[in-house]
C-alpha cells in the first residue's frame, strides 16, 4: 500500500489505524517504546478543540454558541450527537477541522524528522483516503465488535447503544483489513502477547 516516494534519509512513515476500542493506542505507546515518533492526530483534534484553539472561532460561527461548553471548549458530546443525526453537520465539521489536522500532523512530523520511523495515529485513516498517500505502510489494529465494546464501556462508561453508534459511523473491519500491509489481531490476548506482536513488526520494519 506504499504511495510515498522514499528517500536515503526519511524516515519509513507508518499510518496506525483501527477501529474504537481496538487498542491503537496501546500499540502506539509499544512503538514509541522501540523508539518511534509518534504523531498523534486524536490529541491534535482534541488541542484544535480545547479552550483557546485555534478551531474554536469557526467552530463557533460554524455551529454558534451552543457548540462551546462553558469553558470555552468544543462540547465533544453535543458535536458527537449532532453529527450523528445530521450527515451535513459532519461534513462542515470536517471541512474545519481537518485542514488544521492535516498542517498540525506535517509540523509534528517535521519535528521528529530524526525518528527512523514515524507513527501516524489515525482513527479515521480509511475514512480519510488522502492518508494512504501519506505513508509508506498501514498497521491496523484488529478485533471483533464484541471486544470493542465491551473495551469501551469499561474504559469510558458509556452505553452498549452509544459504543454501536460510533461503531456504526467509522469503517467496517473489511474496509481496514483491505488497506492493512500490516495487522496485529488484538482480541483475546494479553498485553504481553501484544507486546510480542509488535516486537516482531518492529523488527520487519528494521529490515526495510
Known amino acids: ?20 476500542g481496538s487498542g491503537k493506542s496501546t500499540v502506539a505507546a509499544l512503538l514509541a517504546s522501540h523508539g518511534a515518533g509518534i504523531v498523534d492526530t486524536d490529541a491534535i483534534s482534541r488541542r484544535l478543540t480545547a479552550a483557546g484553539g485555534r478551531a474554536i472561532p469557526a467552530l463557533r460561527e460554524a455551529f454558534g454558541d451552543s457548540a462551546i461548553d462553558a469553558r470555552g471548549a468544543l462540547d465533544r458530546r453535543q458535536m458527537r450527537d449532532l453529527i450523528f443525526d445530521d450527515p451535513a453537520a459532519r461534513h462542515r465539521l470536517e ?4 485542514p488544521m489536522i492535516l498542517a498540525d ?3 509534528e512530523a517535521a519535528s521528529l524528522a530524526d525518528s527512523a520511523v514515524l ?7 480509511v475514512e480519510s483516503p488522502q492518508w494512504l498517500h501519506r505513508v509508506h505502510r498501514v498497521l491496523v489494529i484488529d ?3 464484541a471486544t470493542q465494546i465491551a473495551r469501551v464501556m469499561q474504559r469510558s462508561g458509556w452505553s452498549q447503544a452509544s459504543v454501536k453508534a460510533v461503531i456504526a459511523t467509522q469503517a467496517t ?21 501484544l507486546s510480542e506482536h509488535v516486537d516482531r513488526l518492529w523488527n520487519s520494519w528494521k529490515s526495510l
Open 173 to 193: 473491519r473489511e474496509q481496514r483489513r483491505a488497506v492493512a500491509d500490516d495487522m496485529i489481531v488484538n482480541d483475546g490476548i494479553s498485553i504481553d502477547v
Open 1 to 20: 500500500m506504499a504511495a510515498v516516494p522514499r528517500g536515503v534519509a526519511e524516515p519509513l512513515r507508518i499510518g496506525l489505524t483501527g477501529g474504537i
Open 143 to 145: 478485533c471483533s465488535e
Open 119 to 125: 507513527v501516524f495515529d489515525v482513527p479515521l485513516l
Open 105 to 107: 500532523t506535517e509540523s
Open 95 to 98: 471541512a474545519i477541522l481537518h
